[in-house]
C-alpha cells in the first residue's frame, strides 16, 4: 500500500514565504517594466551647412522627410534625408523660412528653428554618452538603496520600542 505524505507549512514560513515572492515581484516590476519603454528620439543638429538627424541611438534617420516651413506654416521646401541621416540646406530659398520640420518612421516628428541651424548646433550636456551613464548609474544605485530601506524593516537594535 502507497502513502501519500503532506508538507506542512506553518505560519512564519508562509509568511517568509510571501515576503520573498514580494520581494521578487517587486523587483520583476523595476527592472522589467522600463524595457517595455524602450523608445527613442529624434534630434537634430547641424553644421556646414547640412542638416544632420539621428535617433538617440546614434543611428541615421535615412528617408526621413524634411519640411521647412514659414512663419505662417507655408511650406516652403520639402525633401528627404540621405541614406546618412544628411540633408543638405538649400542656398536660396524661396520665401523666409522659419522652421525645419523632420519626421521619421515611427512617428518621430521633431522641428528646429531656421537661425539655430544656419548657426550650427552644438552637443548638449546630457547628449554625451558618459554623462547618460553615470546618470543611469546613479539612479540605479539610488533607486536601489530606495527599494531595500523598503522592504527592509527598520531594525529593533536601533529604533527600541
Known sequence: MRTLNYVVFGKDTILQMFEILKRIFIFSIL????????????????????????????SPASGAVVTVVDEDGIVIVRNTMDEKGIWPLPKSPEGVPKFIIVE??????????????LHGTSKGFFDYFSVRIAIG??????????????????SQIRNPK
Not at 524602450?38 to 539621428?54: F, Q, R, T, V
Not at 518612421?105 to 541651424?117: A, D
Not at 548609474?137 to 527598520?154: D, E, Q, S, T, Y
Open 137 to 154: 548609474i546613479a539612479v540605479l544605485c539610488g533607486g536601489g538603496f530606495f527599494i531595500k530601506r523598503l522592504l527592509n524593516p527598520k
Open 31 to 58: 527592472f522589467l517594466l522600463p524595457s517595455v519603454a524602450d523608445a527613442h528620439g529624434l534630434y537634430l543638429s547641424s553644421e556646414g551647412g547640412k542638416l544632420h538627424a539621428n535617433f538617440s541611438d546614434h
Open 104 to 117: 521619421a518612421t515611427g512617428g518621430h516628428l521633431t522641428r528646429i528653428v531656421w537661425q539655430e541651424v
